[in-house]
C-alpha cells in the first residue's frame, strides 16, 4: 500500500486524498469525446487481453461499449458466483433434506428465481457478443440446454408437489464455472477435458490388466471350498480392482495361502506391475499431457495478452514517435485502472522505462501486466532497512546499542543458540509428555521449566524488535508466527484456568525448526506460493463430490439403516454395521448432502472404501458397484493431476532459485520492485539538499501461476513470439518491432481519425 505524503514538508501534492484512496486532482483537464473514446477502447483491449476475450467480440460502436461495460464490471461478477452458488445450496432443503420443512413450492420458486438470474446475466452478455457469436460458443450452448431443463424440472416437481428422481440438479456445478472469479478453475477443467485421451488410453490398459489378472484369478482359485474372493468372473474382477487400491491386502491372499504355498506371488506379481508400475505410468502420461498442453495454453494466452498490449499501444501512440508519454500513460490507466492513484501510475511508468528516456516504448509497454497490480509505499529515508535507530533526532546511545543488537540478531551464532533453544524446549516437551500422568493440569515442576522457555522466546523477540526495528522484523512471516505464539502462550500462562489452554499453543513454535535448514524452508515456501492454486483444485474437488452426491441421494438415499444388516445375515458386513466394537458404518450414508460430503470423503481415502461398496452392493444389487468404481477412477484422474501440478510449480519454484543464487537475489512469495523518483518527477518544489530530492518506493504484489509459468518456460517464450511475428507478418495484421498496425475501429467511429492528435493529460 502508499504511505500517504505528507502536506505539511513544504511540497506541492498532485493529488488529494478520498477515503482509503487518492483520486485523480480537479487540475486534469478533460478530454474531448473522441480522443476519450480512443483511451476507452484501449483500455477494454489490455482488458480483453487479461481476461482471454477474443477480440472478435471488441466494441465497435457506443452501444456495444455499454454492454461491455454491464458485463464487465464487479456486481456483474458476483452476481455471476453468487446465483450458481445459492442454487447449488438447494440441496441443504431439497429431499432428503438437511434442513427440513420448507415447502415444495417455495423452494421451487427459489429455484426459479436463481435460475432467472443467471438468464438475466446471459441475456446481458448476449448483448455484449451478440447472439450469434454467443450461440457459437459450445459452453453457451451447453449452459442453455442445462438451464432449460431445470427449469422444467423445478416446474414438474411444483406441478405435482412431489420429489422426483432428479438427475439434472447434479449438473448445477458446471453453471458455476462460468463465473468470472473462477476463471482458474475452469482453466484446470479445460486441462483435464483436453488431456483425456490419453487418460483414457492408460485407463484401458490398466482395465486390460485387471481382467487378465481376474481371469487369472477364478481359473486358479474358484475351485477352493472356502474361498470367498473369487466364486464368479464379476467377483474376481471386483477383488482384483480393490486390491489395486491395497484396501483389501493381505486379507484376500489368506485363504488361497492356507492351500496353496506359492498363491502369494500372484498376488505380489500383481501388485509390483499393477500399483508400482502401471500407476506410476498413469501419473507419468497423465502429468505429460497436462503440462503438454499448459504449456500450449499459457503460449495463447501470453501472445495474447502481448497483441492486445499492441493493440492498445497502437492507438494512442504516434506512429513517428513511437513513444508513449506519462501523461498518455497516465489517462490509459485511469481507464483501465481506475483505482490506480496518480503516484502509483507514476512507479508503474518509471518501472516500464527502463531507459530512463521519460517516455516508454512498445518492447517496454508490453510488460505492463507485470506491474500494474503492484502497491507501492514510500520508504523515507533512513528506513530502506527498517532501522529506527537510524532515524534523525534519535539519541546516540540508543542508536549505537541498535546497531550492535542487530549485529547480533542477524549472526548466525544467534541464530544456532535459538535452534539449541527449541531442540531443548522439544526435548522438555516430550519427557514431559511421556513421564507427566497428568499433562492437561502442569505440575509445579515442568512450570518453572515452560516459563524458562517462555521467557527466552519473549527474550529473542524483544531483541529482534529492537535490533531490526518493527518495520523490517514483521517483514518476516516467521517472525509474525512467533509473535503470536509467544502472546497465546502469555495469555495462558497469566490467565485464568478458562484460558489455560492457550498455553499448549506453545509447541507450535517448534515448527520453527524447518526454517532453519534450506530444504525445509524451500518446501514451505513453495507450498505457500502454490496455495491459490490448490484453492481452485479444493474447489474442483467440492464440485465433483457435489455431482457424486446428489447422484448418491438419489439412488442410495435411506437404503443404509442401524438395522438392515442383523446376525442371521450371511455376510461379513454385519461386524461392520451392526457390531458392538466396529458396527458404526450405518453413519456412513447418503442420507442428505452433508453425510453424502463426509462418505466421499471416507471413499477419497480409499482405506475400507470397498465395505462401503459392498454394503449397497448387498442392498441395492450388483449395479451399484458401477458407482463407486467411477467415483475413484474421477478421483484418481484429479488427485494425479493435482500431484502434476505440485511437481510443476515446484520445478518453477527450482530454476528460479538457481536464477536467485546466480543474482544472489532471495527468492519471495511477492514480486518486488524499487523505484526512485525526484522531486520533479512529483511535481514538488526541489530542496537545497539534493539527497532530500530523491524519494524511494517499493511496489509489491503476490506471486501469481503465470509468473511461476514464465520462469518453467522462459527459454520457450522468445521462439513463441518470434513464430508470432512471422505468422502476423504472413497475414499482414501486426507487427510487433513496427507499429504497422490495422487500426481498430473507434468507439467514437470518427472518419478520418487515426488517433496521431490524441490531447495529452496535464496535471
Not at 477474443?54 to 454492454?67: G, I, L, N, S
Request: positive net charge; hydrophobic residues 45%.
Amino acid at each position: 500500500m502508499c504511505v500517504k505524503m505528507a502536506d505539511d514538508d513544504g511540497l506541492r501534492v498532485p493529488y488529494r486524498q478520498e477515503g482509503s484512496r487518492r483520486r485523480y486532482s480537479s487540475e486534469e483537464s478533460s478530454l474531448d469525446d473522441r480522443a476519450r473514446s480512443i483511451y476507452q477502447e484501449a483500455a477494454i483491449y489490455l482488458e480483453e487481453g487479461l481476461d482471454n476475450d477474443k477480440f472478435d467480440t471488441h466494441p465497435k460502436t457506443e452501444k456495444e461499449y455499454r454492454a461491455f461495460r454491464r458485463s464487465h464490471n464487479h456486481i456483474y461478477y458476483t452476481i455471476e458466483l453468487l446465483a450458481p452458488f445459492c442454487l447449488m445450496l438447494l440441496a441443504l432443503v431439497e429431499k432428503p433434506a438437511t434442513i427440513k420443512g420448507m415447502p415444495v413450492w417455495a423452494k421451487g420458486c427459489l429455484e426459479i428465481t436463481f435460475i432467472s438470474v443467471i438468464l438475466v446475466l446471459m441475456v446481458i452478455r448476449g448483448m455484449w457478443l451478440g447472439w450469434k457469436n454467443t450461440f457459437r460458443q459450445r459452453r453457451t450452448i451447453m449452459k442453455t440446454v442445462l438451464i432449460i431443463g431445470l427449469l422444467i424440472d423445478s416446474f414438474v416437481e411444483m406441478v405435482y408437489n412431489t420429489h422426483h428422481f432428479r438427475f439434472l440438479r447434479a449438473l448445477r456445478p458446471l453453471l458455476l464455472f462460468d463465473a468470472y472469479y473462477l476463471s482458474g478453475l475452469r482453466r484446470i477443467m479445460r486441462d483435464i477435458f483436453y488431456s483425456l485421451i490419453p487418460i483414457v488410453d492408460m485407463l484401458v490398459l490398466v482395465f486390460f490388466f485387471l481382467t487378465i489378472f481376474a481371469l487369472f484369478g477364478y481359473l486358479l482359485f474358484s475351485s477352493m471350498p472356502d474361498d470367498q474372493y473369487f466364486q464368479s468372473f464379476k467377483s474376481s474382477f471386483v477383488q482384483m480392482f480393490v486390491l489395486m487400491t491395497t484396501s483389501n491386502h493381505p486379507d484376500i491372499m489368506t485363504v488361497q495361502y492356507d492351500h496353496k504355498s506359492w498363491s502369494p506371488i500372484f498376488f505380489d506379481v500383481f501388485l509390483l506391475i499393477g500399483l508400482y508400475l502401471l500407476l506410476n505410468l498413469f501419473l507419468a502420461v497423465v502429468y505429460g499431457t497436462f503440462g503438454d498442453h499448459e504449456k500450449s495454453k499459457f503460449k495463447k494466452l501470453h501472445l495474447h495478452k502481448r497483441a492486445s498490449l499492441i493493440k492498445a499501444f497502437s492507438l494512442i501512440v504516434k506512429e513517428q514517435d513511437g513513444v508513449m508519454k506519462y501523461e498518455q500513460f497516465q489517462t490509459l490507466m485511469k481507464y483501465f485502472k481506475p483505482r490506480m492513484n496518480q503516484l502509483e501510475a507514476l512507479c508503474c511508468f518509471k518501472v516500464l522505462d527502463k531507459s530512463g528516456s521519460g517516455a516508454v516504448r512498445l518492447h517496454e509497454f508490453l510488460d505492463l501486466f507485470l506491474f500494474c497490480d503492484m502497491r507501492w509505499a514510500h520508504i523515507r529515508k533512513g528506513r530502506e532497512q527498517g532501522r529506527w535507530y537510524d532515524m534523525a533526532g534519535c539519541p546516540v546511545i540508543l542508536s549505537k546499542c541498535g546497531k550492535v543488537v542487530g549485529r547480533i540478531v542477524e549472526h548466525n551464532y544467534f541464530k544456532f543458540l535459538v535452534a539449541f533453544v527449541l531442540v531443548l524446549n522439544l526435548t522438555a516437551l516430550l519427557f514431559q509428555a511421556i513421564y507427566t500422568t497428568d499433562p492437561v493440569g502442569q505440575s509445579a515442576r515442568f512450570d518453572s521449566v515452560d516459563n524458562l522457555f517462555l521467557a527466552l522466546y519473549s527474550l529473542e523477540l524483544a531483541l529482534k524488535v529492537f535490533g531490526l526495528g518493527p518495520t523490517q522484523f514483521f517483514r518476516d512471516f516467521w517472525n509474525w508466527f512467533d509473535t503470536a505464539i509467544v502472546i497465546l502462550s502469555l495469555i495462558g500462562r497469566i490467565a485464568d484456568d478458562s484460558l489455560a489452554s492457550f498455553v499448549f499453543f506453545r509447541p507450535l513454535r517448534l515448527i520453527r525448526l524447518f526454517a532453519l535448514r534450506k530444504r525445509y524452508r524451500d518446501i514451505l515456501f513453495t507450498m505457500w506460493v502454490v496455495m491459490p492454486r490448490m484453492g481452485h483444485m479444493l474447489m474442483l474437488l467440492a464440485n465433483i463430490y457435489y455431482f457424486f452426491a446428489i447422484i448418491g441421494m438419489e439412488v442410495f438415499a435411506g437404503r443404509i439403516t442401524k438395522g438392515v444388516f442383523n446376525n442371521e445375515t450371511d455376510t461379513y458386513l454385519t461386524s461392520y454395521y451392526n457390531g458392538e466394537k466396529t458396527g458404526r458404518y450405518h453413519n456412513i450414508n447418503f442420507d442428505n448432502i452433508l453425510r453424502s460430503y463426509q462418505t466421499l470423503f471416507v471413499l477419497t481415502v480409499v482405506n475400507n472404501w470397498f465395505i462401503i461398496m459392498d454394503a449397497y452392493a448387498y442392498v441395492c444389487g450388483e449395479v451399484a458397484r458401477v458407482y463407486f468404481i467411477i467415483f475413484y477412477l474421477v478421483i484418481l484422474v484429479v488427485l494425479t493431476i493435482v500431484v502434476s501440478f505440485i511437481l510443476d510449480a515446484f520445478l518453477s519454484m527450482d530454476n528460479e532459485r538457481k536464477a536467485a543464487a546466480q543474482s544472489e537475489d532471495k527468492v519471495t512469495n511477492s514480486k518486488e520492485l524499487t523505484v526512485k523518483l525526484t522531486a520533479d518527477d512529483l511535481r514538488r518544489s526541489p530542496s537545497p539538499n539534493p539527497e532530500e530530492n530523491i524519494f524511494t518506493y517499493v511496489g509489491k504484489r503476490q506471486r501469481t501461476k503465470d509468473d511461476l509459468s514464465l520462469i518453467l518456460y522462459a527459454d520457450d517464450i522468445p521462439g513463441w513470439i518470434e513464430d508470432y511475428e512471422q505468422e502476423v507478418a504472413r497475414r499482414g495484421t501486426l507487427s510487433v518491432n513496427k507499429l504497422e498496425l490495422k487500426r481498430p475501429i473507434s468507439i467514437a467511429s470518427n472518419a478520418g481519425y487515426t488517433g496521431n492528435d490524441i490531447p495529452l493529460n496535464t496535471m
